[in-house]
């Protein structure tokens, strides 16, 4: 049974440029969740999704930050016009719909702009 | 705003001793409180959980120590073992759920052999 599978493992970006994070939750798994993670600092919310419907993104920044987890196909966080501060890992966790389970955490995209 | 401080931020054991590690929080409202284990390279996963209608829980080695009036909680590996060398998060959410967990900075623990 795959866990959450996030790609790419490592992702390179200019100053500017757009980067785009892919997320495939566990088979059976209905529930997305986003973290960001600082070097040093401990994982920070960043938005919580179901298929076709974000369920609380109060931890996304206003501005270039955007995610998606569309009905077919993985979860999407995209970064437009990405600045050096957005430098970090970013964690993909996954859910069944009940409330009282466990996130289930991928391996990280971890993202560098230069 | 919502914080949990988590203490000390590394820590060295010799291997067959006791690591503890320390969290504090000021939200009353949470009531979920897991901690959370990062090798590098890795995510983090689930180590165990407690929920505050309890003190305590143990499963093998590590036990979560809760104390609601003081607000803390920690945890405690025994017989620590070079393998256990890794990061570790606290993290509390509320709704008694996962959603939206406010974590720790962590804490770097090195087991020597």
């Known amino acids: 049974n795959a866990g959450v599978m996030q790609n790419p493992r490592h992702l390179v970006r200019r100053r500017g440029q757009e980067a785009r994070l892919r997320c495939s939750p566990m088979k059976g798994h209905s529930h997305v969740y986003w973290y960001r993670q600082l070097p040093e600092e401990g994982l920070k919310f960043m938005v919580y999704l179901q298929k076709e419907n974000i369920i609380d993104e109060s931890g996304m920044p206003k501005e270039r930050f955007s995610a998606e987890f569309p009905k077919e196909g993985p979860s999407i966080l995209r970064i437009q016009q990405v600045v050096r501060g957005d430098s970090a890992a970013y964690f993909c966790?996954?859910?069944?719909?009940?409330?009282?389970?466990?996130?289930?955490f991928g391996n990280g995209t971890r993202l560098t702009v230069t | 705003q919502q914080q949990v401080k988590q203490s000390p931020q590394s820590l060295i054991v010799q291997k067959g001793g006791i690591s503890i590690i320390n969290c504090a929080y000021e939200?009353?409202?949470?009531?979920?409180f897991p901690w959370y284990q990062q090798f590098p390279g890795k995510g983090p996963a689930l180590l165990i959980a407690i929920r505050p209608d309890v003190s305590e829980k143990k499963e093998g080695r590590f036990t979560i120590s809760f104390n609601k009036s003081a607000k803390q909680f920690s945890l405690h590996i025994m017989d620590s073992q070079p393998g256990d060398s890794a990061t570790y998060f606290c993290a509390a959410s509320t709704q008694g759920g996962s959603e939206k967990l406010v974590f720790g900075k962590g804490t770097k623990l090195t087991v020597n052999p």
């Open positions: 939200n009353t409202a949470f009531d979920y």
């Open positions: 966790a996954s859910s069944p719909p009940s409330r009282e389970s466990p996130l289930h």
